[in-house]
């Protein structure tokens, strides 16, 4: 297989895997975002991750889902959209970053689905991603986001997290 191939094929491995992310906590299918995932990962997402744990000590993937599962399952809806993908290739390990833009909706009526500002939060930053291949897959082993802004209704993230509990 010719090198230029090759780095087309892992590029779209980064892009699907980032898509499969960004899917995976849009519908709630948390085994499709656990299967994006090493097992152990490092999580480094600021002040959303700094109580849970230090960036720099791996932690077990299922771990970092639960802590993901406590705020989008306390959502109605969440849209990440996740775009501009500049894979790394050939350094090692091999990484990806790009632009996230994520509304996360809480309906004031579900029934109605129409939304005013204070029934959004967006959270607009950037991710990088590091992989590494499991033989069949890239798996992302190391997570940073680094949030450029939030606009909306901030609250809506304690909220979250106070539904996403009272489910469990």
């Keep these: 297989m010719s090198a230029d191939i090759k780095s087309l094929e892992i590029r779209t491995?980064?892009?699907?895997?980032?898509?499969?992310?960004?899917?995976?906590?849009?519908?709630?299918?948390?085994?499709?975002?656990?299967?994006?995932?090493?097992?152990?990962?490092?999580?480094?997402?600021?002040?959303?991750?700094?109580?849970?744990?230090?960036?720099?000590?791996?932690?077990?993937?299922?771990?970092?889902?639960?802590?993901?599962?406590?705020?989008?399952?306390?959502?109605?809806?969440?849209?990440?959209?996740?775009?501009?993908?500049?894979?790394?290739?050939?350094?090692?390990?091999?990484?990806?970053?790009?632009?996230?833009?994520?509304?996360h909706v809480i309906f004031p009526h579900p029934e109605m689905p129409l939304v005013a500002p204070e029934d959004v939060v967006t959270v607009v930053g950037e991710y990088t991603n590091w992989y590494e291949h499991d033989g069949s897959d890239w798996k992302i082993c190391r997570s940073r986001l680094v949030i450029n802004w939030t606009s909306g209704n901030a609250g809506l993230l304690a909220t979250a997290m106070e539904r996403a509990a009272a489910t469990c």
């Design 13 to 103: 491995a980064l892009i699907d895997s980032y898509n499969r992310y960004a899917q995976g906590l849009d519908t709630k299918d948390w085994a499709m975002v656990r299967n994006c995932f090493a097992d152990r990962v490092f999580i480094d997402y600021g002040s959303i991750s700094d109580p849970t744990g230090s960036p720099d000590v791996a932690r077990p993937s299922d771990d970092w889902l639960q802590i993901l599962q406590s705020v989008i399952n306390g959502f109605d809806i969440t849209r990440h959209t996740i775009t501009n993908h500049r894979p790394q290739i050939e350094a090692n390990p091999v990484s990806c970053t790009a632009y996230l833009v994520a509304d």
